[in-house]
């Protein structure tokens, strides 16, 4: 069986479309896999990986409904009985970083969202709290994809204005660390398994954070997540993550100093 993700959102496809296809593979009855730009190494175990150049859609979804189990991404309760995460911190572990403190990695995003100014972010001053408060202990990695990147996740990235703090703050961001040839994703594949603590924002950078263990703070304000507790009932079957869900500033403080404390 070929499985299709429909040029669908990166966060549904780690939800619905890779978990199917990998459970065909444990069962033997998956025969290729169909998705978008840079995703082979998402798909590592498909026998024949095709990539599609086209734009995601977040109208998509509607399709996903059709072809597979969990389609209907924002429900209170998934259906387990054709859905198997692959386990990428075993498949991608790796010895390459030499890391001196632990590793905390913050990821962001700044774009409208569902056609509404953007509400599901880290703005500046939080950043700047962040960095300041955990920069003694942590190796920090800031993750905000921009638009030179090259990639596309169904809407445009706007600009948050928070790249001289980090370059003033010297936090390492995903940028520093890609060397030549090497793609984002595989960075994020290969960075990840070093990581046990996530700042990560409502979307795909949570979900994908989530099948990496360890302690992940998600930070959102609006969405049908937040109304279908989804992050309580089973953002931690993706792998094993302690999820803790907040919904404004003074409660992401509040939740990363008992997280991340270190004494």
Known sequence: MVTDNHNIEFGYELIAVIPFAYWLHTQGKLTGTISNFDSSLFYYFSPNHTERDERRHSRKWKDMRLYYDNGDVHRSILDLSRWVPPPYKNYYANDEYNFKKPLLIVTNKYNLEWKNPPANY????????????????????????RKDMGYDDTVDTMDLGEWDLVKSMRIKTIQDLKKDGESYNFLQLKLYPHCEKFITVQGGTAILASYFGGDNIIFARKGMEIKRKTYQNWYSLFGGSRIHHVQDYGALKACSKKVLSLS
């Open 122 to 145: 880290l703005d500046v001053p939080m950043l700047e709290w962040i960095f300041r408060t955990y920069r003694d202990d942590y190796e920090i990695v800031y993750s905000r994809f």
